[in-house]
Each structure stands twice: as C-alpha cells, then as structure tokens.
C-alpha cells in the first residue's frame, strides 16, 4: 500500500511545506542496530544515545500510495555524534531508505509512551480514501485513549472500526491497484 517515494517531488514538498516549512524533507538511510526493534524507533535512539552518544531528531516518515494519499508518520531518527541521521529501527518490509521531515516539535513523551497520529493527506478526489483516512485518525484516536504503557484494551468500538478499515482498503485497493504493490507494516 505504502512505500517510501522514490522521488521527493514537489508533492512530497508540498506536503511536508504544510507539516514543518521550515524544513526539507531528506532521504535518511535505513541501517539497523543489533539492539534495534521494530516499531520502536524513539526507544532505540534512546538505545543509541546513551551507548553510543549522538541525539535523536525528531518528525516525520513520509510514505505514499501512488495517486492515492501520502501519509507523515511521526518517527525519531538517530543524529550521530558526526552528525550523520541513521534510521536504526529496522523495518519490516525491507525499506534500504526513508523520506524523513525533521520536526523538532514532534517530540516523544516517553512518560505515556505513546506517539503523535500520522498526518495524512489524500491526493486523489475519492470519497473512500477521505473515509479511509478518517478510519486511520478514528483507530488510533480509540487506541490512544484505551492504552495503558504499551498494553491497548480492544473495545468493541475498535473492532467496528479496524472492520471498515480492512473493507474499504480492499476496495481501495482493487480500485487503486500499485504498479509494484508492497505492503507496509504499520510502525516505525
């Protein structure tokens, strides 16, 4: 569905001009640590800091379905003690590189240990990619809220939800199909 644009193009600018105008989105290179988990970039620069020193930077993965929507995600990369961001979270799709928005606003509370909703924008006039896309705000809103650390409570609310989500990407899916489709995991 999602995958890293092969190209930051003057959508991608455009897009990332209305997260944080401030700043251009980069390519940052994926190279995992041993001690890296998926889903869990902010711990892992964590990791990477108090081991190795360096800073985390803060914002965004841009991803696009072609055509379809590009979504920010928020994410946390690794600013060496050269100065070098290294993407360290390993992904589960593969990805060599990512489009990254630094955002040094987008910060992590690790004391709720939770992260910010993506950002998502549709890029084609289709009422079931805006429905989609509410969805992904409605899932994560409900998991935000039944949360406690990293144990999320599954409500009958979410199900409903994560239900019509499934749906409709199938259809979205059928009626957008990818030219080399790659699914993407959620997470960082």
């Known amino acids: 569905m999602t995958t890293t644009p092969p190209e ?29 988990r998926p889903k869990e970039c902010f711990h892992n620069v964590r990791s990477a800091i108090e081991s190795f020193g360096g800073e985390c930077a803060y914002g965004w993965t841009i991803w696009l379905w072609p055509s379809v929507f590009i979504e920010a995600e928020h994410h946390s990369v690794w600013k060496t003690p050269g100065g070098r961001l290294l993407d360290i979270t390993p992904k589960a799709d593969g990805e060599k590189k990512i489009v990254f928005l ?11 240990d939770t992260q ?38 599954v409500t009958p609310e979410l199900l409903l939800v994560e239900r019509q989500r499934l749906v409709l990407l199938q259809q979205l899916q059928n009626r957008y199909p990818a030219r080399v489709f790659r699914r993407r995991r959620r997470g960082n």
């Open 102 to 112: 630094q955002d040094d606003s987008a910060t992590y509370d690790f004391e709720i």
């Open 116 to 153: 910010l909703d993506s950002i998502r924008k549709p890029l084609v006039e289709d009422p079931d990619v805006e429905r989609w896309l509410k969805l992904a705000a409605d899932s994560f809103s409900i998991m935000k809220s039944n949360r406690k650390g990293k144990e999320v409570t």
């Open 8 to 36: 930051i193009d003057s959508a991608v600018r455009e897009f990332c001009s209305e997260i944080k105008s401030e700043s251009s989105p980069v390519y940052v290179k994926v190279a995992p640590r041993e001690f890296a």
